[in-house]
């Protein structure tokens, strides 16, 4: 064979492998939710780290991307005397891409980076080893509390981005635009109820809105134990796993965002 | 025994093995055999001399210790049966790591592994500790194959043994308590009120004050009380077996005479085998009933310490004489 193409086919391979792992690891962390022994402590101080100390950085970026999309959108809706829709478009773009992919970016770089750097810490200084020497799986013991909390952690994090973020553009509306809060807040809901519910009561931009914070908080956790498990090569393995991790799970949330939305566009119906 | 007196030449036994022989090297390796066969002498010297002074204390300490310790399940053994066993075991990834390496350790043995740089002396314990397969051949552990355990078996398989690393590899997130209790947490269904006494007791017998040390974390220790806190945290489920990666490097002279009386103290008082990587060959000698030498990624050498020094075995004079 050709030095190239074994080259090819040796890099092939571990691309493959890589995929094969993260799935496996993905696989397991998610199979010991429900296995014993079960590390309650553990998950509730990996929510308070990645939910509680997060809630600062989110509501930021919720406030300030909801007043920027009332200002942005104001100027297109007054060319068509539009402007009293404003709480349409602030609700259905928070609601619907902002709030979640933002709230995810932020939580993929405090937490998921956080998360690498711990692990990968333990990882080059042996404590990794001594949980396995100690009879404890590290997979269970790190892994599943920090998963299991983002599952719950990011949609928390993301209604509330949501919520904060339809008050910036209420703020903006009000004192800027000049649209009255009721009439706001009238719009949001009208936009809310005109997307349809699925099963009679679930408006389909909740399911839309809380589907994919569920899943980056998987893919963000995921990504950070993956590579700070993987970690090699002392503290500047751990400096490289940490951005790994962070462009890593930015860029599996856009692609991924794009698919749920896909998919979820063609399952409920709208309207 | 006082760390703080060397043999005279002391200096000398810093060169590597590796470096060139010049003329009357063999006289040199002569005196440094001789100086080691002092050491041993000295040590033999010293115990007797520190039991004689210390005898009263000891016995207390000792008394303390079996109170807190369950007998080791070595102490019950066959001593002929070997408790760890490698059989014609070889290891390679991109190179080969160790090759046809058997070893056999016997119950309440101290078994030290001594070797240059990248032999595969840490990859050994990593074998015994089934943190990684071999290619071919057996490790067996109290009599168990562990080679094609699952990964849930040999967890299991890992709470027989308990482990020093060369780090300590104390949890930076949890305090001294914490760390101790860790073992005894995961795998008794103990009370807080017995955690607790098993920790203090550990800790004292690694020579810690419990209620000062306790509530520190690891980044507020030293390397020697931070070496005994994971010898401790090793001891907390009593295993048959200790495993250590190079337990006195970094540390200074004095500090390596406790972590390697300690090491000794298990042995003496409660029976549990021992298998320690070191670089430090003074310290090995002082605790090893066996040594085990490697060299290319195989056993050279594997007896007695008295046996080695004796030894006419050309690398083994050039490994002692790097001393």
């Known amino acids: 064979m050709p030095a190239f193409l074994a080259r090819l086919n040796d890099a092939t391979k571990s691309r493959v492998l890589t995929i094969q792992e993260y799935f496996v690891l993905a696989g397991k962390s998610l199979r010991f939710i429900f296995a014993r022994p079960f590390y309650g402590q553990d998950v509730v101080q990996q929510m308070d780290e990645i939910g509680v100390k997060s809630l600062g950085i989110v509501m930021l970026t919720g406030l300030f991307t909801g007043m920027v999309l009332a200002l942005q959108s104001s100027v297109q809706l007054k060319t068509f005397g539009a402007t009293m829709y404003i709480g349409n478009l602030v609700s259905a773009s928070m609601i619907r891409e902002l709030g979640p992919v933002l709230a995810g970016l932020m939580v993929a770089g405090r937490v998921g ?48 981005n949501d919520f904060i973020g339809i008050i910036g553009g209420n703020i903006i509306g009000s004192l800027v635009i000049g649209v009255p809060s009721a009439q706001y807040w009238r719009t949001v809901w009208d936009q809310i109820a005109n997307d349809g519910f699925a099963l009679r009561y679930i408006p389909n931009d909740f399911i839309q809105g809380l589907s994919k914070p569920f899943v980056f908080g998987g893919i963000i956790a995921i990504t950070a134990c993956y590579f700070g498990l993987g970690t090699t090569g002392g503290t500047e393995g751990v400096g490289q796993s940490t951005t790994r991790t962070v462009v890593t799970s930015s860029i599996l949330i856009l692609i991924v965002d794009y698919f749920i939305t896909q998919v979820l566009l063609s399952v409920l119906s709208y309207g | 025994m006082d760390d703080r007196r060397q043999p005279a030449g002391g200096d000398r036994r810093a060169e590597s093995a590796g470096e060139s022989v010049e003329a009357g090297e063999e006289r040199k390796t002569a005196s440094v055999r001789q100086a080691i066969r002092s050491e041993l002498a000295g040590d033999v010297t010293d115990a007797a001399d520190s039991a004689s002074q210390q005898q009263a204390q000891q016995a207390q300490q000792a008394q303390q210790a079996q109170q807190a310790q369950q007998p080791a399940k070595s102490q019950r053994r066959d001593p002929t049966l070997p408790v760890v066993e490698l059989d014609h075991v070889s290891l390679a990834f991109d190179s080969p790591i160790i090759e046809d390496i058997s070893l056999s350790v016997c119950p309440g043995e101290t078994v030290v592994i001594v070797g240059e740089s990248g032999t595969g002396k840490s990859t050994i314990l990593k074998l015994i500790l089934r943190l990684l397969v071999p290619d071919r051949g057996q490790v067996m552990v109290d009599g168990e194959d562990i080679t094609n355990l699952s990964f849930e078996e040999a967890l299991m398989v890992r709470q027989k043994m308990g482990m020093v690393f060369q780090g300590a590899a104390l949890f930076d997130s949890m305090s001294v308590f914490e760390n101790v209790a860790y073992p005894v947490r995961e795998h008794t269904q103990l009370s807080d009120e017995e955690i607790d006494k098993r920790v203090r007791e550990k800790l004292q017998f690694v020579d810690l004050e419990p209620d000062r040390v306790m509530g520190q974390f690891p980044s507020e220790l030293s390397g020697g009380m931070r070496k005994r806190v994971g010898i401790a945290r090793g001891l907390a489920n009593n295993p048959e077996i200790m495993l250590y990666d190079e337990p006195t490097s970094g540390l200074d002279p004095l500090t390596t005479g406790t972590i390697t009386r300690l090491i000794m103290k298990l042995e003496r008082e409660l029976g549990v085998t021992s298998i320690v990587v070191s670089h430090d060959i003074r310290s090995s000698f002082r605790m090893a009933s ?24 050309k690398y083994i004079q050039d490994f002692l004489g790097g001393l």
Do not use: C
């Open chain 1, 113 to 160: 980076s956080g998360i690498a750097a711990q692990l990968g810490s333990m990882r080059v200084t042996e404590q990794i080893d001594a949980l396995n020497t100690l009879g404890t799986d590290p997979i269970k013991k790190l892994v599943t509390p920090r998963v299991l909390a983002a599952l719950i952690m990011v949609p928390v994090l993301t209604v509330i």
């Open chain 2, 290 to 313: 066996k040594v085990a030498l490697l060299n290319n990624h195989r056993i050279v050498f594997f007896g007695t310490p008295e046996d080695m020094t004796a030894s006419d075995d």
